[in-house]
Nanobody
Framework: QVRVLESGGGSVQAGGSLRLSCAPS????????MGWFRQAPGKEREGVVT???????NYADSAKDRFTISRDIAKNTLYLQMNSLKPEDTAMYYC???????????????????WGQGTQVTVSS
């Protein structure tokens, strides 16, 4: 049975940093395209960044130069380091895995599965 646990969210002031973690059980993060997504109240879920099996990251424009995706294979954990946070980054953040090791272009929700419960990030101005 696949389970996904996201953690690391919290409340920070603008300009602060957080590191989110995603620890799945039932599969290895190194074998799949992995993605971080977020959903703000009243808005659709959107992609933040993906990481393919080869370790290549693909960032949404909103995340470039501020966020970094990484993984620890030994711990089977995916991370999202978020720096220079802005109030517009406030959202519930989710991780999910793709169907393959390669990531499809774009951040289509349907290309991902096994969503966790999310971790809340709140950035105050």
């Amino acid at each position: 049975q696949v389970r996904v646990l996201e953690s690391g969210g919290g409340s920070v002031q603008a300009g602060g940093s957080l590191r989110l973690s995603c620890a799945p059980s039932g599969y290895a993060v190194e074998n799949y395209c992995m993605g971080w997504f977020r959903q703000a109240p009243g808005k659709e879920r959107e992609g933040v960044v993906t990481l393919d099996r080869a370790g290549r990251g693909n960032y949404a424009d909103s995340a470039k130069d501020r966020f970094t995706i990484s993984r620890d294979i030994a711990k089977n954990t995916l991370y999202l380091q978020m720096n220079s946070l802005k109030p517009e980054d406030t959202a519930m953040y989710y991780c999910a895995r793709g169907w393959l090791g390669d990531c499809y272009d774009g951040f289509k929700i349907g290309d991902y599965r096994d969503w966790g419960q999310g971790t809340q990030v709140t950035v105050s101005s």
